[in-house]
């Protein structure tokens, strides 16, 4: 993937607000606690420091929300981890803390938007749409089981007949609707979030990336031009880190995932094709979502490529997807394509740990992330402050280590997701 320490052209760097322009890291600086990587995890973890009076020094490779945070499919979905997979994992009440978890995630994002007064175009209002009857009978025991552990917003069945009310599409056969989930500009969130981090005090790096990491009792990050001693270091630099931290690069395989924004749609265009203003969801692993931006554009998305090669065409991998669902957009131009790289946890949790005492780390949202990264956030924050309780359980998983990196576990991981979509379309 080529990069630059720019934003990548995308929907959402063309419509970003404020454009962000903090300082290169240069010369020595000291304190409390220094946050790698300026996405959602680093943002988030330095705002909740920042709020409780910690010193933070926030250090980015390239600008505020460069990678997956500013480049995503914007759907905010509650949730943290694959509860069951933690129950597997961890046991009945790390399983049910782990549900808890993910109501608190998208709690403390929309508290975030609405304290700050954070203009990212937050909408509420979420479909999983159902391909088959087999979505349909997951969606109703996934209804029952948040309703049990107490979620507060309103949740319904979408029976087929009631579908056009929300999609032009007879793709689908009903759905999932979820009131508490919605849709955001996540690039808006991201920068939105680390300015409120500035205004309490902390300092902002941008085009500065860490090369080196010293552990020890007194630890220090260097960049190119600068170094920051810190009490505390966070690693928030997810499937960007590359081999900043070795120690924890091997826990993850790297996927490229992508989306295409079409020119803004007519009105009618519109009422026909999205009536409602939601985000929706397919349940496929490699999943289709998408969603209306605020000027009426279709925001597509969907591949997954373990290949670490970004397709040759982005638009041409992922129109036909979208034609396939709505038809009626095949004379419409597509003015956006993307990528980005999303970090896989094997176990499909979220990857927590120290490195030496000192270091923490948070990674592999696993493709879910905007509103886990703000609990992560507060987690690193809570354990850095002395609370440790939800961090611990999480860093109590052990995680798959990944011989050779992406490179050896990526033709592994490409099989496997082979096998569950082979599986679909049988
Ligand atoms: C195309 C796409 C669509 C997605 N759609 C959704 C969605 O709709 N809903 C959802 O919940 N999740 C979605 N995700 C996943 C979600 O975006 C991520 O889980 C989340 O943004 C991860 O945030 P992060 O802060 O951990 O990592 P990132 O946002 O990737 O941030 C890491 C940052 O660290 C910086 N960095 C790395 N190394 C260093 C270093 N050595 N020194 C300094 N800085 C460094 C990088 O430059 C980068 O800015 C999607 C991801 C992609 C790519």
Redesign the pocket.
């Given at each position: 993937m080529q990069e630059t320490r720019e934003h990548a052209a995308s929907y959402y760097a063309a419509t970003r607000k404020p454009e962000t322009n903090y300082p290169i890291l240069e010369g020595e600086h000291r304190c409390d606690v220094a946050v790698?990587?300026?996405?959602?995890?680093?943002v988030s973890t330095a705002l909740h420091l920042a709020e409780r009076g910690y010193d933070v020094a926030l250090?980015?490779?390239?600008r505020v929300?460069?990678?997956?945070?500013?480049?995503?499919?914007?759907?905010l979905?509650g949730g943290f981890a694959d509860v069951g997979r933690i129950g597997k994992a961890l046991g009945p009440d790390a399983a049910a803390m782990a549900r808890q978890m993910g109501f608190e995630s998208r709690e403390i994002l929309v508290q975030r938007v609405e304290k700050y007064s954070i203009d990212c175009d937050l909408k509420i209002g979420y479909l999983d749409v159902a391909m088959n009857d087999g979505d349909m009978r997951v969606f109703a025991g996934y209804l029952e089981e948040k309703k049990d552990a107490g979620y507060t917003h309103e949740m319904r069945i979408i029976p087929r007949e009631e579908m056009p009310d929300y999609l032009g599409t007879d793709h689908y056969i009903g759905g999932l609707a979820d009131y508490g989930n919605g849709h955001l500009h996540?690039l808006n969130l991201c920068i939105g979030e680390a300015y409120a981090a500035h205004e309490l005090g902390a300092k902002v790096f941008e085009q500065?990336?860490?090369t080196r990491i010293h552990h020890g009792d007194k630890p220090f990050v260097e960049t190119e031009s600068g170094k920051v001693h810190a009490n505390k270091i966070v690693l928030?630099?997810?499937?960007?880190?590359?081999n900043?931290e070795p120690k924890i690069r091997h826990k993850i395989i790297l996927a490229g995932?992508?989306?295409i924004a079409t020119e803004p749609l007519s009105d009618a265009l519109v009422d026909e094709l999205v009536p409602a203003d939601w985000a929706f969801c397919e349940q496929t692993v490699g999943l289709n979502?998408f969603r209306l931006s605020p000027d009426k554009r279709m925001l597509f998305?969907g591949m997954c490529n373990y290949s670490g090669r970004d397709p040759k065409s982005i638009t041409a991998s992922l129109q036909p997807k979208m034609l396939k669902i709505f038809p009626q957009l095949r004379d419409t131009r597509i003015d956006y394509e993307w990528?980005?790289?999303?970090a896989i946890s094997v176990k499909r949790i979220p990857q927590f740990g120290r490195i030496q005492g000192n270091t923490y780390y948070a990674?592999g949202?696993s493709?879910?992330?905007?509103?886990p990264?703000h609990l992560a956030g507060k987690m690193l924050a809570d354990a850095i402050a002395g609370d440790s309780e939800q961090f611990d359980v999480f860093s109590k998983v052990r995680h798959l280590w990944l011989p050779g990196g992406k490179w050896f576990a990526n033709p592994a991981m490409a099989l496997g997701m082979m096998y569950f979509r082979l599986k679909e379309l049988l």
């Open positions: 790698v990587g300026a996405g959602f995890t680093g250090i980015e490779a390239n929300g460069w990678g997956a945070s500013g480049r995503n499919g914007g759907q979905i996540p500065s990336r860490v928030a630099g997810n499937g960007y880190l590359g900043t995932s992508y989306m979502y998305g990528g980005g790289i999303i990674q949202y493709g879910h992330g905007v509103a990264t």
